[in-house]
Nanobody, 118 residues
Framework: QVQLVESGGGLVQPGGSLRLSCAASRTIFSISTMGWYRQAPGKQRELVATMTSGGSTNYADSVKGRFTVSRDNAKNTVYLQMSSLKPEDTAVYYC????????????WGQGTQVTVSS
């Protein structure tokens, strides 16, 4: 069974930093596009950042220059380093793994809460 296990959320003051981690099953990690999405109360889930298996990245405009997505293929883990956090970054952050080749899948983690508040 495929699992995405997130960690690293919490409460941080504005301007602070957090690093989220998402560990995936080895069987899918190497071919997956790994991504981070977030959902704030009353809002739709939105893309934060993604990284393909080849290392190409994509960021939401609202996080460019502040967030960095990376992956450690040896640990089957994707990270989201968040800096200069703002109150509007407060949301539940979800890890995603997907692939749309001959094998298709789209998996989600359980979510981790990030709260930016003084």
């Amino acid at each position: 069974q495929v699992q995405l296990v997130e960690s690293g959320g919490g409460l941080v003051q504005p301007g602070g930093s957090l690093r989220l981690s998402c560990a995936a099953s080895r069987t899918i990690f190497s071919i997956s596009t790994m991504g981070w999405y977030r959902q704030a109360p009353g809002k739709q889930r939105e893309l934060v950042a993604t990284m393909t298996s080849g290392g190409s990245t994509n960021y939401a405009d609202s996080v460019k220059g502040r967030f960095t997505v990376s992956r450690d293929n040896a640990k089957n883990t994707v990270y989201l380093q968040m800096s200069s956090l703002k109150p509007e970054d407060t949301a539940v952050y979800y890890c995603n793994a997907n692939h749309y080749g001959l094998v298709k899948f789209d998996y989600w983690g359980q979510g981790t809460q990030v709260t930016v508040s003084s």
